[in-house]
């Protein structure tokens, strides 16, 4: 099984709807990413998230990870189809120097007008 | 700032072959890592590099490898080219390489395609 679980693999909405993903880990998170990516391209950095209870959020976009640092939710509030595109989340599970993401399989999210 | 750079964009091989993939990370960066991007595995870590040293590797055979240069610019390599190493590699830079400190920002991908 996956070590990243993410939920759901892909969503529709309408445009102005509110949306959730989740992001679940087997094991505790020491730093939770969030990206999105257009379809053959690079990631694009949306927020980063490292102690527990923390909550970011930038424009319509609010992350949050939970207390026991296992879980992490994406929420997207009033969908536009400029939000369009898939979202990953990446994780790193050791508590030790160096980058070593691991990420889920991503939710594809499509925002119809 | 400029952003972290890759080229070639893409590029078309044919088994056996070998190729070199460029990675500039953003002024001051210290870490690039490396990841390997298919529809059926996903996005998977190959390894990273810090102040010239590879610091962490992830589980693909030793036809992968890289380096990285003085000035934080990195290089992979992948020798004897096989039609699974087709894919989209990423790299990521940031600047201590500790991801409980630092946020990584990712370059726009390599195409590659393995005939």
């Known amino acids: 099984s996956q070590e990243l679980e993410q939920s759901p693999q892909s969503l529709i909405v309408q445009e102005g709807k509110n949306l959730t993903i989740n992001c679940t880990s087997s094991k505790t998170l020491y730093g939770l990413y969030w990206y999105k990516q257009k379809y053959g391209e690079g990631l694009i950095f949306l927020m980063m998230?490292?102690?527990?209870?923390e909550e970011k959020s930038h424009e319509k976009i609010t992350a949050k990870l939970d207390e026991k640092k296992q879980q992490s939710s994406l929420h997207i509030t009033a969908s536009q189809p400029s939000h369009a595109g898939i979202y990953l989340c990446?994780?790193?599970?050791?508590?030790?120097?160096?980058?070593?993401?691991?990420f889920g399989e991503g939710t594809q999210l499509t925002v119809n007008p | 700032k400029a952003g972290v750079t890759q080229t070639p964009r893409y590029l078309i091989k044919t088994r056996g072959q070998q190729v070199t993939l460029s990675c500039s990370p953003i002024?001051?960066?210290?870490?690039v890592s490396w990841y390997q991007q298919t529809p059926g595995q996903g996005l998977q870590f190959l390894f990273e590099y810090f102040s010239e040293t590879q610091r962490n590797k992830g589980n693909f055979p030793g036809r992968f490898s890289g380096r990285q240069f003085s000035n934080s610019r990195s290089e992979m390599n992948v020798s004897t080219l096989e039609l699974g190493d087709s894919a989209l590699y990423l790299c990521?830079?940031?600047?201590?390489?500790?991801?409980?400190?630092?946020?990584?920002?990712f370059g726009p991908g390599t195409r590659l395609t393995v005939l």
């Open positions: 990521a830079s940031s600047l201590a390489g500790s991801p409980v400190y630092n946020e990584q920002f």
């Open positions: 002024s001051g960066h210290r870490s």
């Open positions: 998230l490292q102690k527990g209870g």
């Open positions: 990446g994780a790193d599970m050791m508590e030790t120097s160096g980058s070593r993401l691991t």
